[in-house]
């Protein structure tokens, strides 16, 4: 890695900007950057790091956020939701439960630490684009291959940045969620940006099948041993566990694998007599993009499923359940996204924190006599886990297999694992 100091300019804003208008002042200061080649310190123009760029986000409230652009050029319509993690932006990146909408970062800095591989929650971007307020001007860490920019402008992922990603939080806070267009293209009109935000929706729509593996396959990555942090109880035994891909995180198949699952991961589509066939100990079904009442079949195959094996629903996987039990889901007003949401298990009486990614939500009170509320979000008391014991049912609304600093809810796994080795002694 190269090491050099150079001159940038960095934009700062003087006070609070109307999202029309910014008011900036340029001034040049002396910083060190560490760059993956020699070249890659000047991939850009004017000897900035990154390549620079006009770009505006119009919304469907007709706002439009003047911003510089980063990763791909074009235009691309989606919905706009903010992630409070503080770091993390990889595995946000990666999962695949965020394709069609844009991720706004309420942290102020990203991109410092670059992008590896290894921290991939899977083989590509499926999100629509990222916000930011500010681009990191160096990357630095001993497990960076590549930096934020290159590596979305590879998987043709838009970016922008230098926009006022507090002020667009305060307002998806009062309005919800809204439907925005990120465009680099100055033939664009601002009025015809704004009518492509106010004629796409995404609720109702199927993102599922867009983001689900197309055949059958064997899990075999293990959580590397450098990485493993609970190797206490684990089961001598293995269990053979059916993941269903809605979109699946490549870490719930490695903590599942930690626990001693040998996993066999299923297309969306998967008939769920072909999944009885595999004689599985318990079925996982797993997070997921979009709106769960859009995939009905998904809904009929849980239904079929349900009281013949033990089953774990995460996040898509919990929302599917809820209907598949009878239960209704609802969109919420701008969902939990983040690496520090507070949850409570109501069984142990513990406050988990954990890392949330749902627009969605089940409604405790539509589910019929016999199934708990067994976790609760502390934000806003929102449902955010259940059982149904005399099923063999389990399923949390956040993800257990994230570590977001915290492994509080890790045991998840290993409560799976005991419903699953319960009900082989009984068979
Ligand atoms: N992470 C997920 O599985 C998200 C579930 C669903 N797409 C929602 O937004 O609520």
């Known amino acids: 890695m190269a090491c050099r100091a150079m001159d940038f300019a960095v934009a700062i804003p003087l006070g609070i900007c109307s999202p029309q208008k910014r008011d900036v002042k340029l001034f040049r200061v002396k910083?060190?950057?560490?760059?993956?080649?020699?070249?890659?310190?000047?991939?850009?123009s004017g000897g900035r790091p990154w390549k620079v760029s006009d770009a505006r986000l119009v919304l469907e409230d007709g706002t439009i956020w003047k911003a510089k652009s980063f990763g791909a050029a074009g235009t691309q319509v989606g919905e706009v939701v903010f992630n409070t993690s503080l770091t993390g932006y990889q595995e946000i990146l990666t999962d695949p439960s965020y394709a069609g909408q844009f991720v706004l970062m309420t942290n102020p800095?990203?991109?410092n630490t670059g992008v590896n591989f290894d921290d991939q929650?899977?083989?590509?971007?499926?999100?629509?684009?990222?916000v930011i307020r500010s681009l990191s001007i160096s990357t630095s860490s001993w497990r960076c291959v590549e930096t934020l920019g290159d590596y979305l402008s590879k998987r043709n992922i838009m970016g922008i940045y230098d926009v006022d990603t507090r002020a667009i939080t305060r307002r998806l806070r009062e309005d919800g969620s809204l439907i925005g267009v990120l465009s680099t293209e100055e033939s664009k009109s601002d009025n015809q940006l704004l009518e492509m935000a106010r004629s796409w929706d995404i609720v109702g729509v199927d993102l599922i099948s867009g983001v689900s593996c197309q055949a059958p396959y064997e899990w075999v990555d293990k959580t590397g041993n450098d990485w493993e942090f609970n190797t206490n109880g684990r089961p001598g035994e293995t269990f053979k566990v059916v993941a269903y891909d809605f979109g699946i995180k490549h870490n719930i198949l490695r903590r599942l694998a930690s626990y001693g699952c040998k996993i066999t991961v299923v297309p969306s589509t998967w008939p769920a007599s072909e999944t009885l066939k595999l004689?599985?100990?318990g079925i996982l079904f797993s997070n997921g993009p979009g709106d769960p009442s859009a995939v009905p079949y998904a809904v009929d195959t849980v239904k079929e499923l349900i009281g013949q094996v033990p089953i774990f629903g995460i996040c898509m996987g919990h929302q599917l359940l809820g209907q598949a039990l009878g239960g209704k889901t609802y969109k919420m007003k701008f969902g939990h996204h983040g690496g520090n949401h507070p949850v409570r298990n109501i069984k142990?009486?513990?406050?988990?924190?954990?890392s949330q990614n749902h627009?969605?939500?089940v409604d405790p009170a539509s589910l019929p006599d016999g199934i708990e509320v067994t976790h609760i979000n502390l934000n806003d008391e929102s449902c955010a886990g259940l059982a149904f014991p005399s099923k063999n049912i389990m399923s949390l609304q956040y993800h257990p297999e994230a570590s977001p600093g915290p492994h509080d809810s890790d045991p998840v796994f290993g409560e799976f694992v005991d419903m699953m080795r319960r009900v082989k002694a009984n068979a």
């Open 348 to 354: 142990n009486g513990q406050v988990e924190i954990s």
């Open 31 to 44: 910083c060190s950057v560490v760059s993956l080649t020699e070249n890659a310190a000047v991939s850009g």
């Open 121 to 130: 929650e899977s083989s590509q971007c499926f999100l629509g684009g990222l």
């Open 279 to 281: 004689q599985p100990d």
């Open 109 to 111: 800095h990203i991109g």
């Open 359 to 361: 627009n969605y939500a």
